[in-house]
Nanobody
Framework: QVQLVESGGGLVQAGGSLRLSCAAS????????MGWFRQAPGKEREFVAV????????YYADPVKGRFTISRDNAKNTVLLQMNSLKPEDTAVYYC?????????????????WGQGTQVTVSS
């Protein structure tokens, strides 16, 4: 079992950057494939990025390709999401999630553990 805690959200102007962090308060993240999802008001939760157990294999949703970078540091038990060139449409609550096995990266039902989320707001 693993408990996830996100941090790093906040308010930023369009074109700016934020770095989100996901840490395990309990458990070891190296045993899990880690993903980031986001949910905007009135919308369904959507896939953002995923990274395999040891990296560097990663996948990104089309809207964030070239702007977001997911990485992990298993020694520090953390996963990062570097977000550059932010747009107002990136505004959402961002969640990190963990899964043991490969499958459909975009399907949030296949993830076993979730953090509480961190708010990202991008102003125009």
């Amino acid at each position: 079992q693993v408990q996830l805690v996100e941090s790093g959200g906040g308010l930023v102007q369009a074109g700016g950057s934020l770095r989100l962090s996901c840490a395990a308060s309990e458990g070891t993240l190296s045993s899990y494939i880690m993903g980031w999802f986001r949910q905007a008001p009135g919308k369904e939760r959507e896939f953002v990025a995923v990274i395999h157990w040891s990296g560097p294999t990663t996948y990104y949703a089309d809207p964030v390709k070239g702007r977001f970078t997911i990485s992990r540091d298993n020694a520090k038990n953390t996963v990062l999401l570097q977000m550059n060139s932010l747009k107002p449409e990136d505004t959402a609550v961002y969640y990190c999630a963990a899964r043991r096995w490969a499958g459909s990266w975009q399907n949030d039902q296949e993830y076993d553990y979730w953090g509480q989320g961190t708010q990202v707001t991008v102003s125009s």
